[in-house]
């Protein structure tokens, strides 16, 4: 797994940062959202005003660690990026690229 992004948190829970790929360099935001559902998204992500993501908060098996998992999707890309933003070292937050 390679880090494809790092992010800080601020006090009402909104990360921003950057993500950086072979085909994306933007700066993105990722804001807590209303879910209408059990299944909608607890985040969206948005490169400027425009949404590429969505996120879910999930917990690890063996800590019980709070992360979001991400869906990443964008014309450029030849298909969709899932990914962990996980707490690094102190505020800092990095965004873990799978497939």
């Given at each position: ?28 935001t ?42 990443l999707?964008?014309?450029?890309l ?22």
């Amino acid at each position: 797994m390679a880090q494809i992004g790092s992010f800080s948190r601020d006090e009402s829970g909104i990360f921003t940062g950057s993500i950086r790929t072979l085909t994306l360099n933007v700066k993105a935001t990722i804001r807590p959202v209303d879910r209408d559902n059990d299944k909608a998204p607890d985040t969206r992500v948005f490169a400027g005003a425009v949404e590429i993501g969505a996120g879910w908060t999930k917990a690890a098996r063996e800590t019980g660690t709070e992360y979001l998992s991400l869906k990443l999707d964008d014309p450029s890309l030849p298909s969709p990026i899932y990914g962990q933003l996980v707490q690094g070292d102190g505020a800092d937050w990095k965004l873990i690229w799978s497939r």
